[in-house]
């Protein structure tokens, strides 16, 4: 499987940005995928998850709840995260996670990782 995110970039607080991780070499709709994030000097943490299929079950982490949004298009093989309301701390390299396991409202990652993208946002 490979991942590729992309989507990052330098914006203003309050901003916007879409993030998208687009997977290959698997059966991509038969997958939970997960955002993650890591800022320096942090532990990579949750952002977002949303289960395999329809996707009809999301998982979000604290700081992404009202501000953050997954999605996912599985004829295109892509996984997206809306960020809005960006603050200086949301400033991080995001990680797209393939294959992890949703169960009881968590979200837990496989070892398949994309090379991240950096998101910088600037007060």
């Known amino acids: 499987v490979q991942l590729q995110a992309s989507g990052g970039g330098l914006v203003e607080a309050g901003g916007s940005l879409r993030l998208s991780c687009s997977a290959s070499?698997?059966?991509?709709?038969?997958?939970?995928m997960g955002w993650y994030r890591q800022a320096p000097g942090s532990q990579r943490e949750l952002v977002a998850a949303i289960r395999a299929g329809s996707g009809s079950e999301t998982v979000y982490g604290d700081s992404a709840k009202g501000r953050f949004t997954i999605s996912r298009d599985n004829t295109e093989n892509m996984v997206y995260l809306q960020l809005s309301s960006l603050k200086p701390e949301d400033t991080a390299v995001y990680y797209c996670n393939h294959g992890g396991a949703m169960w009881n409202g968590a979200y837990y990652p496989s070892n398949l990782w994309g090379q991240g993208t950096l998101v910088t946002v600037s007060s």
């Open positions: 070499g698997s059966t991509f709709s038969e997958y939970s």
